[in-house]
């Protein structure tokens, strides 16, 4: 059953992005520690099978699914207006949202991948920030979390677009981070944007289809799923614009 007394019990945790890997592990440590969670994702079917597989593995743990087209704003505010209004609170929003495109060289860069990638790192972020930062901003324990990439900042000749877009997504959580800081005032933030870092993701799926591949600084899923749910258990001001590494910087 779920963890009435975990570390983030009473809380309630906006999932974006939850249909993958990634997603699956974190709405788990998420109910797993207490915390009410609600799931979006664009697809339905993956959403819905996120949703149960955290259900049944916790036996009714509190974890709901909507389907959101993050890439409308409308759409995005609607849902954080909703989640406000059916638990009383937000306290955070974890941004999964994920893709990646790249090229053989700089050369063969393709402003397609950009385009592409732009919609799905950056204007994702842009859209939930946005719509999200004042009922975070009205918690007392407010966490914005962002998954972000080493190649933002070591950028790859073959990774020109998806770097970019990596290093777009980063600076806007920072914006999003000076904001909770003035909103503290003398007191200092009580809420924070935080940005984990890893090189890639891996997770169980993967090494059964590879077998003999290393992996090497890769971050497995439930690596980052804790990861993300001890966030909450660092204060604001610590965590604030700061950028939390899973693996090696470059």
């Known amino acids: 059953m779920r963890n009435g007394n975990g570390p983030l019990s009473g809380a309630v945790i906006a999932v974006a992005g939850a249909g993958g890997a990634a997603g699956r ?91 592409f990638l732009e919609l799905l790192l950056v204007r994702t972020v842009q859209h939930t920030s946005l719509a999200f930062h004042e009922a975070l901003q009205r918690s007392e324990r407010g966490r914005y979390v962002l998954i972000s990439a080493s190649g933002a900042s070591k950028p790859t000749a073959g990774n020109a677009a998806y770097a970019a877009a990596k290093a777009a997504a980063e600076a806007w959580t920072l914006a999003m981070a000076d904001y909770f800081r003035k909103a503290g005032g003398e007191q200092g933030p009580t809420s924070a944007a935080v940005i984990l870092v890893v090189k890639a993701l891996v997770h169980d799926a993967m090494r059964a289809e590879r077998p003999n591949a290393k992996f090497a600084g890769f971050t497995d899923v439930k690596d980052l799923a804790e990861a993300i749910t001890g966030v909450w258990s660092e204060p604001a001001a610590e965590v604030n614009g700061k950028r939390l590494w899973l693996t090696e910087k470059p």
């Open 25 to 115: 592990a974190t709405l788990l440590r998420l109910a797993e520690a207490g915390a009410t969670v609600v799931a979006s994702d664009n697809d339905p079917e993956r959403l819905a099978e996120a949703v149960d597989a955290a259900r049944y593995a916790l036996g009714g743990s509190t974890v709901t699914g909507d389907t959101v087209d993050l890439l409308d704003l409308q759409s995005t505010r609607d849902w954080a207006t909703h989640v406000e209004k059916d638990f009383g609170r937000v306290d955070g929003l974890v941004h999964l949202v994920g893709g990646w495109r790249g090229s053989e060289t700089f050369t063969k860069t393709s402003l397609d991948d950009w385009d």
